[in-house]
């Protein structure tokens, strides 16, 4: 206790030690660890760094030692610019003396004339005249008369062209084409006594009844008895006049 001057008497209390303090120690302690913690959390990992080393200098002569660049000096002279940027180029001489001549005033060919006409000899007789004939009708010559009438024909090729028929009766025409046919072809297979067992058709006349009147004739012709078991060939028709012949006609 002390004592103003005014008389007035101060009173000073002093707080009692409670002891360490322990929650000031810890809360230190706490942000120690989270700063430390935050340090290593974020820490930025860097690369190593490499450093490689400037390579040394290098300098290269273009000598005249080696082809490679005898060759490039070669090149580097002939793009000189300096050569393309005279002024003053060199006339070759005798250049004005040169006239212009089209490449037409010489003929290197000569042109292809027409053909010579040569002598053709006469290909068909001169034709008779309207009075010959006159004074042939007048004279009463002879007008042919019907033609004749062609039969039908049969040939056989192969290995039935040789072998002789036996029985070949003629063929007996139950329809008449009113337009000219073509030949008919079969293909035949014969046994050895003779007898036709395959008829086959080859090409047709463009008439389906001829050809099976052609099919129908062949089964009744019988060749002539041989050793071999089959023997394969064709049979031909060649139809005759006969063939178109109208049922007035024929017998």
Known sequence: M???????????????????????????????????????????????????????????????????????????????????????????????????????ASPRTAPLGAPAEQARGVRFPPAVDHLSVANRLAAGSEIPGKLPVLSTSITYSGALAGRPVEKNPPVAFKYHPTEPADTTTALLGVTSKGEVRFAVLQQSSGDPALDELALAHLKQVTFAPIEAPLTWGFATYTWGTDAYATASTTP
């Open 2 to 104: 002390k004592a103003s001057p005014s008389g007035t008497v101060f009173n000073f209390s002093t707080p009692e030690d409670s002891g360490f303090p322990y929650v000031l120690f810890l809360c230190v302690l706490g942000s120690f660890l989270a700063h430390a913690a935050t340090f290593f959390l974020f820490q930025v990992v860097y690369p190593q760094r490499v450093t490689i080393p400037q390579p040394a200098p290098r300098v290269s002569l273009l000598t005249p030692s080696s082809p490679e660049n005898i060759a490039l000096l070669r090149w580097i002279d002939a793009e000189d610019p300096a050569l393309v940027g005279n002024d003053n180029p060199v006339a070759p001489p005798g250049l004005v003396d040169v006239h212009y001549r089209p490449s037409f």
